[in-house]
C-alpha cells in the first residue's frame, strides 16, 4: 500500500488540540461524574491513596521543594525525612500547587488534577500519533484510548498512575526532533522525562528502560550528531532528578528501608491478567478469570480487534501507513518498537516469578532480569508497567486505524465514530466511586505547632484521615500512612493499641504532645481512661473528639546530652568485660547475664563529688538489651543512697531507636543532683532469655 493523500486541515494546530482537550475533558466529567459537582467535599475512588496523596500536594504547595523542612513532612512524628516514605509528587504539583496558591482548597485542587489527567493523557497521546501518522483521525482515536483505557478504572486511587502523560510527550518531542532539529525539542524531551520522574518513580525507571530502546531503535537512524543531543538532554532530564533521588536514596538507606521479595511477588500479574477486568467497569466487571491483587490488566475488546483489523490490511508493522511527505525512518520504524515494548512491558507484569491461574510455573519471569538494574529491586508492584503496555498499545490503534482509513472511503467518519463508542464503552463505569470527606477536629487546633496524636487509630485507613484532618488545623501528627513506614512505626503503635503507658512517656521524651481522642471509636472509654492514666490536662472537648496535654518528659531537654563526661571505675559482682563500659566501641559490651528477675548491680565511683546532669546508657547493636526494670540511685558517701530513677525502659528505649538508631543512647535524668557514686540495679524478667547490655556507659556533669 502506498501512503494515501490527507485532506487539507480545516484548523490550525492550536485550534485543533484545544477542541481535542475540550472533548475530552468533557468526556472526563462523564466518566467521572458526579465527582465534576461535588469538587470541594469528594474524595475520587476511596480514603486510602487519595487522602494520602491530597496531604502530599497539600505539603508541596506549603513548603519550599527539597528544603530539609520540606523533606521533613507533618506526619509519622517524630521521625524524620517523612516524605520520602511514598511519591513526592512534585510532578503533579505544576498543578495542583498554584490552584492552592490562588485560594482553592486542598481536595479542589487533587480533584482539578485528577481530572485534567484524562485530557492531558488523550492530547499528548494524539500528538505523537498525529506526529507518527499524519492523521489527525486516527490521533483523536488514540488520545481516546489511552485517556480511557479500561486499566485506569483498576487505579482510580493512584493519581500518580493516572497522570502518565509525559510519556507520550517524550516519545512525541523525540520524534519531532528527528524530523525536524530544533533545540525546543529537546527541552521538551528533558522537561517531559524530568517531570514524569518526578511523579512516578516506578514509571522514571520502566520508562529509561523504553527510552533506551527507543534510541537504539528510531534514534539511530536521525544520525551520530542528533542521537549525541538527544542523549545529552536526556542526561539533562536526569540531571534534573538527582537532589530529588538521591535525597530520596539517603534517606532509606537511613532507615534501612527496602521491598520484600514476597510483596513483589504478590502484587505481580498473573499470566492470565489480561482476562481480568476491574469490577467498576460497567461492561466488563464480571471478567475475572482469576481473582489476584494487582491483576486487572483487560486492554479492551475494542482495541484488541482494532489492532487485529490493522494488522490483516497492513501487516504487523503498520509501515505504509505513515502519510507525513518525507516521513523520517524512525516514523517508518515506530510500530516494530510499539510493538516490541507492548509485549515486553506486559511481560514484566508477571513479576519475577510466573504464576498462571494462579499456580506458580517452573519459569523466570522476565522482571527478574530488571532486578539486576539498579532500582529494580526496590519496585513493589510490577504489574503496574501495564499502563506502558496500554499507551504502546493505544499507538498501535493510531496505526491500525490509519490503515484502515484509506479502505474504508466515505465509511472512516463513521466507523471512528464506532469505534470511539467502543472504546468508552469497553472503559465505561458501572458508577464514580466517590468518599465522602472525614469529620474534621472540631477543635481549636491552630496556632500551635504540638504535634498531635489521635487515638484510637486502628488501620492504616485511619492513621491517613489523621493526616487529611490536620491540614485544617496545620499540626503534625504522630499518625502516618505511606508507602513505606518507619521501622518504629509498627511497635508503636502495636503498644499504643495496648494502651502501654511506656509509650506515652516515649514520646513525651521528644516534646509536649496533643492527644486527640475520637468519641465515636471510643465507645467503651478504654482509650480515655489510659489517657487518664497519665493525669493529662484535658486542654477542650467537642462533639466529636477530645484533646489533652500530654507534657514533655525530663528527658526531652536535649541538654542533658550536653555537658562533660565523667572518668569513673566501675564495679560488680559481674566482673568481666568491665573495661567495655568505657572502652569508646559501642559494639563491645558489658553484661551480667539474662534478665531473670534476679538482682544485676552495677555501681561507678567518680573518684569525687560532681554534680551530675544525666547517666547515658549506650546499647549500640544490643537494641533489644534494655534493663527490663531499673532504679538509679547516687551517693554522696556511699553509704546514704538517693533514688534518681526507678521505672521500666521500654519507653526511653523505643525513644532512643528515634534518636539515633545507631548508637541507641538510653538517657536518665539526675536532676542536678551533686554524687561520687552512682548505682545501677535490674531487677526485670524477660521470659525470652533477653540480656542486659551495655554497649558504652556515659555520665554527663552539669559542673565545669
Not at 594 to 601: S, V
Request: glycine share 8%; with cysteine; aromatic share 10%.
Amino acid at each position: 500500500m502506498t501512503p494515501h493523500t490527507i485532506p487539507r486541515p480545516w484548523l490550525g494546530p492550536t485550534a485543533w488540540s484545544a477542541l481535542l482537550c475540550a472533548v475530552y475533558m468533557a468526556l472526563a466529567i462523564g466518566y467521572t461524574w458526579p465527582l465534576a459537582g461535588r469538587l470541594s467535599e469528594a474524595i475520587p475512588s476511596d480514603l486510602g491513596d487519595p487522602v494520602l496523596n491530597t496531604w502530599i500536594l497539600w505539603w508541596n504547595a506549603r513548603q519550599l521543594p527539597l528544603t530539609e523542612a520540606y523533606w521533613n513532612a507533618p506526619a509519622f512524628y517524630p521521625a524524620t525525612g517523612a516524605l520520602a516514605f511514598s511519591e513526592t509528587l512534585l510532578g503533579l504539583s505544576v498543578i495542583s500547587s498554584p490552584l492552592q496558591w490562588l485560594g482553592a482548597g486542598p481536595q479542589l485542587a487533587y480533584n482539578l488534577t485528577f481530572l485534567v489527567s484524562f485530557p492531558l493523557c488523550g492530547l499528548c497521546t494524539a500528538w505523537l500519533v498525529r506526529e507518527l501518522t499524519g492523521r489527525r483521525d486516527a490521533a483523536f482515536l488514540s488520545g481516546l484510548v489511552f485517556a480511557f483505557h479500561p486499566y485506569r478504572a483498576a487505579h482510580l486511587p493512584h493519581i500518580q498512575v493516572l497522570s502518565t502523560y509525559t510519556m507520550p510527550l517524550v516519545l512525541f518531542a523525540l520524534h519531532r526532533h528527528v524530523r525536524e532539529p530544533r533545540k525546543r525539542w529537546l527541552a521538551l524531551f528533558a522537561l517531559g522525562f524530568a517531570m514524569l520522574g518526578l511523579t512516578n518513580g516506578y514509571y522514571l525507571l520502566y520508562f529509561t528502560l523504553c527510552i533506551g530502546v527507543w534510541l537504539s531503535w528510531c534514534g539511530v537512524t536521525a544520525g551520530w550528531r542528533r542521537l549525541l543531543a538527544m542523549c545529552v538532554a536526556w542526561a539533562a532530564g536526569f540531571a534534573a532528578l538527582a537532589p530529588v533521588v538521591l535525597r530520596y536514596l539517603a534517606i532509606h538507606r537511613s532507615y534501612g528501608l527496602g521491598r520484600d521479595a514476597s510483596e513483589t511477588i504478590a502484587t505481580s500479574a498473573d499470566l492470565c491478567g489480561i482476562l481480568c477486568a476491574s469490577p467498576r467497569l460497567r461492561i466488563w466487571g464480571n471478567l475475572h478469570l482469576i481473582e489476584r491483587f494487582e491483576n486487572e490488566l483487560f486492554p479492551g475488546l475494542t482495541l484488541v480487534a482494532l489492532i487485529l483489523a490493522g494488522c490483516i490490511v497492513a501487516g504487523l508493522r503498520f509501515r505504509s501507513v505513515v502519510a507525513i511527505p518525507n516521513a523520517t525512518t524512525a516514523a517508518h520504524r515506530a510500530p516494530g518498537y510499539c510493538w516490541l515494548m507492548a509485549i515486553a512491558c506486559w511481560s514484566f507484569t508477571l513479576g519475577p516469578v510466573v504464576h498462571a491461574l494462579g499456580d506458580e510455573l517452573p519459569v523466570p519471569g522476565p522482571f527478574r532480569l530488571l532486578q539486576e538494574l539498579p532500582g529494580f529491586a526496590g519496585v513493589r508492584a510490577p504489574s503496574r508497567s501495564a499502563a506502558l503496555m496500554m499507551l504502546y498499545l493505544s499507538v498501535l490503534g493510531g496505526f491500525a486505524f490509519a490503515a484502515l482509513a484509506s479502505k474504508l472511503g466515505s465509511w472512516r467518519i463513521p466507523v471512528l465514530a464506532l469505534l470511539g463508542t467502543g472504546v468508552l464503552a469497553d472503559a465505561w463505569l458501572r458508577e464514580m466511586p466517590l468518599a465522602r470527606q472525614p469529620d474534621a477536629w472540631g477543635l481549636q487546633m491552630r496556632g500551635e505547632r504540638v504535634p498531635v496524636l489521635e487515638l484510637p487509630s486502628r488501620d492504616p485507613v485511619a492513621q491517613g484521615l489523621t493526616m487529611y484532618r490536620s491540614m485544617a488545623a496545620d499540626r503534625p501528627v504522630v499518625n502516618g500512612h505511606s508507602g513505606y513506614y518507619p521501622p518504629h512505626h509498627f511497635e508503636l503503635w502495636h503498644r499504643l493499641r495496648q494502651h502501654d503507658p511506656e509509650m506515652l512517656d516515649a514520646l513525651a521524651s521528644f516534646g509536649p504532645i496533643d492527644i486527640v481522642v475520637a468519641k465515636a471509636r471510643d465507645q467503651d472509654g478504654a482509650v480515655t481512661r489510659y489517657v487518664a492514666t497519665r493525669n493529662l490536662e484535658s486542654i477542650e472537648s467537642s462533639a466529636t473528639h477530645a484533646r489533652y496535654r500530654l507534657p514533655a518528659s525530663a528527658s526531652a531537654d536535649p541538654r542533658l546530652r550536653d555537658g562533660p563526661r565523667c572518668s569513673f571505675t566501675a564495679t560488680s559482682e559481674h566482673a568481666a568485660d568491665l573495661a567495655k563500659l568505657s572502652d569508646g566501641d559501642p559494639t563491645t559490651r558489658w553484661t551480667p547475664g539474662p534478665q531473670d528477675g534476679k538482682a544485676q548491680q552495677l555501681v561507678l565511683d567518680l573518684g569525687q563529688e560532681r554534680r551530675l546532669r544525666s547517666v547515658l546508657m549506650v546499647l549500640g547493636p544490643y537494641r533489644s538489651d534494655h534493663p527490663r526494670h531499673l532504679r538509679i540511685e547516687v551517693s554522696r558517701d556511699g553509704r546514704n543512697w538517693e533514688q534518681a530513677f526507678h521505672g521500666p525502659t521500654g519507653g526511653e528505649c523505643f525513644a532512643a531507636r528515634i534518636r539515633e538508631p545507631r548508637r541507641v543512647p538510653l538517657c536518665f535524668a539526675l536532676g542536678g543532683r551533686t554524687a561520687r557514686w552512682i548505682r545501677l540495679r535490674n531487677t526485670g524478667r524477660n521470659a525470652g532469655g533477653i540480656y542486659w547490655s551495655i554497649g558504652e556507659l556515659e555520665v554527663v556533669a552539669s559542673d565545669p
